[in-house]
């Protein structure tokens, strides 16, 4: 039994390893278009720092520069994918399920019942389930998460496309540097985890301002109500200065409707709320 | 930043006076009469 599961090990780590979910790229795509070696990238810096260089020639090396490290990276990027996709997830639902499979079976052989040792096999596979499960949800933040990179990077990639445009003057290499700086990290699990927590921020607080807008309460209309409004309009015509001496109170009272008509035609004035503004406006009750 | 009061069941003997409380606040409103045939619904729109 033990020689059986040696032979099992490897058969199924080797069987995970290769399901990675990406077909091979061919050899010539996509760093060898674009990418420069280091010679050639060393000669075009010193081309394009030499004062005898003119601007249009120098926006030829910026560019070339550009999309040879826009390359470089995406290239770094896509491997990245496939890492994150395949080789850990996979080799984890791996060895999960191996180890599980292992234990079951180390079980089973130790136990000297038969019962006993379908009782261990079937926590095994129980188990295994469990161990799958987490995997699967593994898969489901990675697959955010790369959203969130895919997203980012997209932003930065259409900004230094648009600034491949510019003329050296206004988009020297030095900042090129700095985008394609901010391209990269674009790429990295952390500034996709900021991302997400940002995005999760800005959401919650457009919630909040949305409540905070809109208002709706039952209709409710007292004696109390009519008090305020006969000092808001007396004889009928409206009083501006004693509206803002209403609102005033309201204030005062931290009243949830703001304008005085929802607080004096609605529950979301209260009746201990209406008392304490007559009270704050000095009128008889 | 635009701010939006809503009354759902104003008596419609009562409408005409609300109405004219939100305008005179300097709210645009809407009044909207319910199925029952008694009430409306009062929609007060603030710049």
Redesign the interface.
Known sequence: MKRIILLLVPLVLRACAAVTGYPKQPQSLPTTITSLDNNTLSALIAEYNNTNTSADRKKTIRNRIIYSDISQIDQKFNDFKVRLNSQENILSIGADFTALTLAGLGATVASAGTKAALAAASAGVIGAKAGIDKDVLYQKTITALVTEMEAQRSQVFARIITNTNSDVAKYPLEAASKDLQDYYQAGTLVNALEGVNQSAGEKAQAADAKVAKALSANYSYTDLSKKIESYWKPDGIRNDENAKQIKDCMKQVKTRADSITMFINSEAGTESERSAVISCLGLPK | ???????????NA?VPR?KK??E??G?TVVVTPNPDGT?SKIV?T?P
């Open positions: 930043m635009a701010r939006q009061d809503t009354i759902p069941n104003v008596p009562d609300v409380d939100f005179d606040e709210a009430t007060a603030f």
